[in-house]
């Protein structure tokens, strides 16, 4: 097996034919293949353990798979307006937002991926967060709200 890469403008191509910016000669996905079962277990447990304990310092009820599914269900993209394929935490657990279904909205796979565990100001969409509040999403309303009466960790960012 060989792991030689190509590149394309300067940009590695693993061999499956994935353009990635990894140091390593495989993408994240094969690298990620090659990996012995037992690692894999190992650090998917490792970031669940992670997850439930953020959960838990934060507070909140929890949401069932059930209540996400719902959620999931029940609207267009609280961004965007695309069709819903996710949920997202509009403030992020990572950052020590609540797991409660008032903090938890509908997304498309695309808003997910980009905003990430950033908050709405630091997130680069503010088109999209600007249209969430013209669809007066009340989760993203509340959240700006929030961040709006943060102290000065957030000042540089509203210029």
Sequence with gaps: MSTATLTRNGVKVCKCGREHQRYSALCDRCAW???PDEVKRAR??????????R?????GRGVSRKELKIIRESGPCGYCGAKATETDHVHGLAAGGIDD?????????H??????ARDLLTWHRWDLVCRALVMNNPAVQQ??????????????YRT
């Design 44 to 53: 998917w447990k490792e970031k669940k353990s992670i997850r439930k304990a």
């Design 33 to 35: 293949s090659a990996l």
């Design 55 to 59: 959960i838990k310092e934060n507070g």
């Design 143 to 156: 959240e700006l709200a929030r961040i709006s009466q943060a102290p000065a960790d957030h000042a540089n």
């Design 101 to 109: 279904k008032s903090n938890i909205i509908p997304v498309c796979q």
């Design 111 to 116: 808003c997910s991926r980009s905003k990430g």
